[in-house]
């Protein structure tokens, strides 16, 4: 019975096997008929000898320029052929050159041309000025004998029909003299150079995004972070309001800066006085953060004195920036070769001018919920259940309707699903009819519902926050992921303009992306135990990572950001294909118009950078690691 049962197995493993053998056949023949594979087009004759002619380009890359000394020897060619084919002969000062037959009527006609009496191992071409074209177009190369002989067979790349005859131009190099580096040579430099700066730019910002965003995105540092439900609605309560009311502040600030840009030197004068206004109002009174507990009075005099302080630097900040575009500007003109260094501080002032309103708001706003939080967390903790649970509800209705309402706004904005159609743009004024039917009314139902739901809820129970943040910035990187730099690099192209612009941005939100997540699963897999023993300490969260968690994880983030410098060099000359800048524009450029001496000078380079990059890469990590 036994052996009865194992030779069943057997046979039913081996039939398994052989099951298992045809569905892979059937499977990978059918992968043959969608993949379209045809054995037969890379033995016709036209695409064999296009393909020596692409490696034979490929092989003689245009690194040098060179003057020569041409003789040129003109004959015709018909197309299509004539009724009858004959051949035809072109004598010039003992130059003799035959052309057997003399027409074409398909690309895969073979012609034949000979030539004697030309110049000694010289090297020509064959070159064929296409009907109602202005250019023309080099149908075969050849290099003469001893005795100034040559035969070379050929084809037509393409058949231009027409009743007169077409020209042919046999040319042959008498004498050639170097230069220097080619056109194509001088380009290929200046470029690869804006390709490694691109990917410099692109991996040093997309680093300094990715590394905070990757500990958003780490389980281990999330998973036990918690808050009350009333904390958490409070910060989002706060951090509305907190940015509506900085933002048009910080404009205003930023606003009364612009007098700088016209009269520099009042503007030097108002940085001065806002510096040392600064340091007097720190001065004056009592100090902040003493030691002692402070009286309502004085809180009242500290918050009075960092707001004026804050004031101040904002102001002094938008007018420094404004002088920085001056002083740029001015540098760009005036230094000469040396003028990227003006444009550099042109262009990085001129980003503090555009953002600092922006970063002031969000800055202000993370604080005041920050505090909202801290402050709604300790009032429920504080209340017993029945109060603490209707606290809870009115901040839950409150925070739900304005988180709902954000999300239509924005939905209505981005237009999703064509919802733009039905809600008028005037979205901005709050007092409009529409807005209250179409956002304010259902962001308040749900709000309501969002409330009363809370009820059921103990109001003291933790919500696992971190959890939360950790899903929606793993989704999120997995979604920037997702999508392929090349498309992004296209639509970024479409907003900013052809150029390395486009290709900086683009390369860095891929490198957010894949940094992000590879620092955040670094993080993931570090020791435990000296978190545990930094947290024993009573250690605060900030401290936890600057001493348990940092140096575990140094020495892998340096290799990924070395690693993806790599990377992004090659991914710019892809990004360069859809207008990207770098050097895949002039790549892509070359390839199109089949200038393949010119591109097999690029792909050379490309290499060497990479090559280059990789060593030099391998050698810092070794000695910083």
């Known amino acids: 019975m036994n052996d009865s049962d194992s030779g069943r197995r057997k046979t039913l493993r081996k039939i398994g096997v052989v099951l298992l053998i045809l569905v892979v056949i059937v499977i990978f023949a059918k992968a043959v008929e969608v993949t379209k594979v045809n054995l037969q087009e890379p033995l016709k004759p036209r695409r064999q000898e296009n393909l020596v002619g692409l490696i034979r380009d490929l092989a003689r890359p245009d690194f040098l320029s060179y003057e020569n000394e041409t003789r040129s020897t003109v004959m015709s060619i018909r197309m299509p052929c004539p009724e009858e084919i004959k051949g035809s002969q072109v004598s010039i000062e003992g130059r003799v050159a035959t052309l057997s037959p003399n027409c074409a009527s398909t690309t895969q006609d073979l012609l034949t041309l000979t030539g004697e009496g030309f110049a000694n191992n010289v090297d020509g071409a064959v070159l064929w000025y296409p009907v109602s074209s202005q250019t023309r177009r080099t149908v075969a190369d050849f290099r003469t004998d001893d005795e ?227 402050y709604g967390q300790e009032a429920v903790l504080r209340l017993a259940d029945g109060p603490a649970r209707v606290l809870t509800a009115i901040l839950t209705t409150i925070g739900t309707t304005i988180l709902i309402y954000s999300i239509g706004y924005f939905v ?88 390395p ?39 605060s969260k900030l401290q936890i990572i600057n001493y348990a968690v940092v140096p575990q994880i140094v020495p892998q983030y340096l290799a990924f950001i070395f690693y993806r410098w790599d990377i992004n060099v090659r991914l710019s000359t892809i990004i360069g294909f859809v207008g990207g800048g770098g050097i895949g524009l002039i790549l892509f450029r070359s390839t199109n118009l089949t200038q393949y001496r010119q591109a097999a000078v690029m792909v050379i380079a490309i290499a060497i950078v990479v090559t280059l990059l990789d060593a030099v890469s391998s050698y810092i990590r070794k000695r910083i690691i």
């Open 501 to 539: 612009f486009a290709g900086v941005i683009a390369l860095m939100i891929s490198s957010i992306a894949d940094l992000g997540k590879l620092f955040s699963e670094q993080v993931e897999n570090i020791e435990e135990g000296p978190v545990e023993a930094v947290t024993a300490t009573g250690a």
């Open 148 to 374: 100034g002989g040559f035969k070379v067979t050929f084809t037509m790349p393409d058949i231009r029909e027409d009743e007169q005859p077409q020209r042919l131009e046999v040319v042959e190099v008498i004498d050639r003299q170097f230069i220097g580096p080619s056109d194509t040579t001088k380009e290929t430099v200046d470029k690869i150079l804006e390709t490694i700066l691109m990917a410099l730019m692109a991996s040093t910002l997309g680093t300094l995004l990715a590394v905070p965003i990757s500990f958003l995105g780490a389980r281990n540092m999330m998973a036990n972070v918690g808050s009350p439900l009333a904390a958490l609605m409070s910060g989002i309560i706060a951090f509305a309001f907190g940015f509506m009311i900085s933002l048009p502040l910080a404009d205003l600030l930023v606003g009364l800066s612009e007098f700088a840009d016209d009269q520099p030197l009042i503007g030097l004068l108002a940085l001065l006085m806002s510096c040392g206004l600064i340091w007097l109002v720190l001065r004056l009174g009592p100090q902040l953060f003493g030691e002692e507990e402070p009286s309502l009075d004085l809180r009242i005099i500290y918050w009075l004195k960092i707001t004026i302080v804050v004031v101040l630097a904002i102001f002094a900040l938008a007018v420094l920036a404004q002088l920085g575009i001056v002083a740029g500007s001015w540098l760009a003109e005036n230094l000469g070769f040396f003028s990227f260094v003006g444009n550099f501080i042109n262009v990085m002032f001129g980003l503090l001018r555009v953002f600092l309103p922006a970063l002031v708001a969000f800055i202000f706003a993370l604080m005041v919920a920050s505090y909202a939080s801290r």
């Open 412 to 499: 209505n904005w981005i237009c999703l699903f064509g919802l733009c159609h039905q809600i008028s743009p005037q979205t901005v004024n709050i007092l409009g009819v529409e807005l209250l039917v179409a956002l304010i009314f259902p962001s308040l139902i749900i709000g309501v519902i969002a409330g009363l739901l809370s009820l059921r809820t103990k109001p003291k129970k933790l919500f696992p926050v971190g959890m939360v943040t950790y899903s929606i910035t793993r989704t999120t990187l997995n979604g920037m992921r997702a999508i392929e730099p090349v498309l992004i690099g296209f639509v970024l192209v479409v907003w900013v303009g052809i150029g």
